[in-house]
Nanobody
Framework: QEKLVESGGGLVQPGGSLRLSCAAS????????VNWYRQAPAKERELVAS?????????NYADSVKGRFTISRDNARNTVYLQMNTLKPEDTAVYYC?????WGQGTQVTVSS
């Protein structure tokens, strides 16, 4: 059964860092484009970062996170990561991993002092 599970969210102060993980079962992440989305309260879900399959591993980022967030994959662990540095209050949202039609349950990131 295909499943994505996010982890690594939490409460962090502005300027801090978090690393989110997206672990997959039943889906080989290495041959798929993997996306990280986020949704803040009363806002639409937005694409934050993506990484193409193992052949190219091209990364793309929303302008709002460029230079602060890094998406990467560990094919041996069938996991994709989102390293988030220099976090800002406006990064507060539920972060979701997405592959094709599959979505994880989300992990809450709260940036607050």
């Amino acid at each position: 059964q295909e499943k994505l599970v996010e982890s690594g969210g939490g409460l962090v102060q502005p300027g801090g860092s978090l690393r989110l993980s997206c672990a997959a079962s039943g889906i080989f992440l290495s041959i798929k484009t993997v996306n990280w989305y986020r949704q803040a309260p009363a806002k639409e879900r937005e694409l934050v970062a993506s990484i193409t399959d193992i052949n190219d591993a091209i990364t793309n980022y929303a302008d709002s996170v460029k230079g602060r967030f890094t998406i990467s994959r560990d094919n041996a662990r069938n996991t994709v990561y989102l390293q988030m540095n220099t976090l800002k209050p406006e990064d507060t949202a539920v972060y979701y991993c997405n592959v094709c039609k599959y979505w994880g349950q989300g992990t809450q990131v709260t940036v607050s002092s």
